[in-house]
């Protein structure tokens, strides 16, 4: 079965491969978190003066449901962390969200879509609609219709790519994507079957159009590709893929979220706790359910912990001295800690007050971040 996914299309966009992060994977939030503080840190010092503009102002291009949920997460992260810094304020920082269409969230509808960019720019988003990035350096983000922002962070989320490795094999293709049959087999190959990102899926029941590459849709093709497999081994016919979207749902801020259910629209509070909810009714395991149900739980009582995680071997940003490494603390300060063993087993930790940084050997997070 072939499920190689996508990856992050940059389009060839000048300095956007080397310099923009991408919102796919655990490892990449990570990485986004862990600059967010850096830029924090280097903001409040004051030999950062000059630079500020451009450390605290963050550009995420793609107003999709990947580019909507990003920004307003990294919104309001950035905004209750500014306590822990006495030299920055709330106006010094800049969120912008740039998207090439006339509304975000196309997919829900104009409604949702005005609603979402309505609640985004009551918490501090700045959105920039029909306007496309088109190239970054270190400093600056350059856009299509007007003067370089001055930021040193893009986040990109307004394009995918069908995994590389499919163009090597010897199959049929549409768009870079494997061409399955109703049943995601593909021709001339029999036994073998193909789900997710990497499949081209004809919907059936709307002639002409595709089932999308979602989430629900993968998980589904995933199952009825096993229940073929297991018709295959017992000589049976297999079944034809057949599935309806159900509903799409985006959180946009903390408790607040849009939903389109069964055709019809929800928002506010009720359409966030129902895309928590149905997040959690996914997640393999009761002993995890628990877990993060209880995690959720504390988070509508308590502010949320602001640190950062990072892989040991790719720390290359960070201060070192000869004798040590120096791990950021709160409020632009520094903690010396020993340094002598950096082997991938070795798991450093320094905390001073509520901003801590996690040092974790490259095999896997050993500690939680909240």
């Given at each position: ?95 912008l969200l740039v998207h090439p269409g006339a509304v975000i969230l196309p997919e ?170 149905i997040y959690l009714s996914k997640l393999p395991g009761f002993d995890k359910k ?34 040590g490494q120096r791990t950021v603390a709160a409020n632009g300060n520094a903690q ?35």
């Amino acid at each position: 079965m072939l499920a190689l996914g996508s990856i992050t299309n940059f389009f060839d966009l000048p300095g956007f491969a080397e310099l923009a992060l991408a919102m796919k994977t655990l490892p990449d939030a990570i990485q986004l978190r862990a600059r967010i503080i850096r830029h924090l840190e280097e903001a409040n010092s004051e030999c950062s003066i000059g630079d500020r503009q451009s450390l605290l102002t963050f550009v995420v291009a793609g107003g999709g449901f990947a580019g909507v949920e990003t920004v307003a997460a990294l919104n309001d992260f950035v905004r209750e962390a500014l306590r822990f810094y006495p030299n920055l304020s709330d106006r010094m920082l800049r969120v912008l969200l740039v998207h090439p269409g006339a509304v975000i969230l196309p997919e829900l509808g104009e409604n949702l879509g005005h609603y979402a960019q309505k609640v985004l720019a009551q918490k501090g988003v700045e959105i920039r609609l029909n306007t496309r990035a088109t190239s970054m350096t270190e400093k600056e983000v350059c856009l299509n219709d007007g003067p370089p922002i001055p930021s040193g962070t893009l986040i990109w989320t307004a394009g995918t790519l069908p995994n590389p490795l499919l163009s090597s094999l010897p199959c049929q293709k549409e768009s870079g994507r494997v061409l399955v049959n109703d049943s995601l087999q593909i021709p001339g190959w029999p036994e073998v079957w193909a789900v997710g990102d990497c499949a081209f899926v004809a919907d059936a029941g709307q002639p002409g159009k595709l089932h999308p590459p979602t989430a629900q849709h993968a998980i589904r093709e995933g199952r009825v590709v096993a229940q073929n497999i297991a018709l295959a081994l017992a000589g049976q016919p297999p079944k034809p893929f057949s599935f309806k979207t159900i509903g799409l749902l985006a959180s946009i801020g903390r408790r607040t979220g849009v939903a389109r259910i069964f055709g019809f629209n929800f928002s506010g509070f009720f359409a966030w706790w129902l895309w928590r909810t149905i997040y959690l009714s996914k997640l393999p395991g009761f002993d995890k359910k628990v877990r993060v149900a209880f995690d959720w739980t504390l988070d509508l009582i308590f502010r949320k912990d602001v640190c950062a995680v990072h892989d040991l071997p790719s720390r290359a940003h960070f201060h070192r001295r000869e004798n040590g490494q120096r791990t950021v603390a709160a409020n632009g300060n520094a903690q010396a800690t020993a340094s002598s063993d950096t082997s991938p087993g070795k798991l450093i930790r320094s905390k001073k007050e509520s901003v801590r940084e996690y040092l974790v050997p490259a095999s896997g997070l050993d500690q939680r971040a909240s």
